[in-house]
């Protein structure tokens, strides 16, 4: 039986395990990231990772097939450089390079996304599809493309940026400095700059401002309560978020058509109320409705999809 390593680097924690063939995590670490460290210190606590997990195989007389790494970012096709990773401030770093020059055992790295897309499709909701969409909507929206069963990053390793497709005008800008990204109206921080922004400029009646002492208080879980409770502000913000996504969706199916769509991520807890709304929403922007188009689901993994997707990261290559 083989082993192999999944890590998932975030701006807070590593995680790392040790998984079997079954995708039973054998053996974990978790540890600070120190980001403030810098490049070559998390490097060198990656590595002593990599190694733990390897005396743990070596005692179990088992042999490493392969390590699969997970970060918030981009890296280049060859998977040497993580091109740009804004949690750790990381801009071009050899992490790739580095890693092999050290170990002999193949080296994959992605997207953190990209990654839980992969344990969706492993394990979740998307098992068993070949053609698959991940989107998880946090503080930011990331994606994950799967085409038979392969994850697909584009030509360059550019692609799947799902948040950063452009769906409209937006009153405020995204981070990556274009305006009107899918990001800047799903996200956790879109729905509630989009209450705030509502608010200043005088809808204050609403049941969000009884909730709260002040308008820094407000976040999404807050939104989505009350507009289940039938809250105007609330309901016009979701519906927005409702219409983006759909129209994200939308997009998606007219250029991949996928079996299956899978949402994830923090909003995504909001479950089949808000759900029920894009689904409502979705067939007004498909192209070809006289034709079936793939299927629209919560993602069910929760934490450990980052390290079991990097475990599994060698199979989708
Ligand atoms: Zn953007």
């Not at 490049?39 to 699969?68: C, H, P, T, W």
């Not at 990053?153 to 799947?160: F, K, N, P």
């Not at 005008?169 to 990556?176: A, K, L, Q, T």
């Not at 199916?253 to 979705?282: E, S, T, Y």
Request: charged share 20%; with cysteine; net charge negative.
């Amino acid at each position: 039986m083989n082993l192999n390593i999944g890590i998932d680097i975030g701006g807070t924690n590593i995680g790392a395990g040790l998984l079997d063939e079954d995708l039973n995590i054998i053996y974990r670490i978790e540890i600070p990231t120190n980001k403030d460290r810098g490049y070559d210190f998390v490097k060198s606590q990656i590595i002593s990772i990599i190694e733990g997990m390897r005396s743990k195989a070596s005692k179990l007389n088992q042999k490493i097939d392969s390590i699969g790494i997970g970060l918030p970012g981009i890296v280049d096709i060859e998977g040497n450089n993580v091109i740009y990773n804004a949690n750790l401030n990381w801009n071009n770093v050899p992490l790739g390079k580095n890693l092999r020059h050290r170990f002999d055992i193949p080296i994959n790295i992605e997207n953190d996304a990209t990654i839980a897309g992969i344990a969706e499709s492993a394990l979740g909701v998307m098992k068993g599809y070949s053609n698959s969409v991940f989107i998880t909507l946090g503080t930011g929206v990331g994606g994950g493309i799967i085409i038979n069963h392969k994850v697909y990053t584009g030509s360059h390793g550019l692609g799947s940026e799902i948040g950063h497709m452009i769906v409209g005008e937006n009153f405020y800008d995204c981070n990556c400095g274009n305006n009107g990204c899918l990001e800047t109206f799903i996200s956790s921080t879109a729905v509630r700059r989009y209450v705030i922004n509502e608010i200043e400029h005088g809808f204050i009646n609403t049941s969000i401002l009884k909730n709260v002492n002040s308008i820094e208080e407000i976040d999404t879980k807050l939104i989505f309560e009350c507009a289940e409770l039938g809250d105007e502000l609330s309901n016009k913000a979701v519906n927005r978020m409702a219409k983006y996504l759909a129209i994200g969706i939308a997009n998606i199916i007219n250029i991949i058509d996928p079996d299956i769509i899978a949402i994830g991520g923090g909003v995504a807890k909001a479950g089949d109320f808000f759900l029920d709304r894009v689904k409502d929403l979705l067939p007004r922007y498909i192209l070809f409705k006289e034709l079936d188009f793939g299927e629209i689901k919560l993602a069910k993994l929760g934490n450990d999809a980052g390290i079991i997707g990097a475990a599994m990261l060698k199979e989708y290559k």
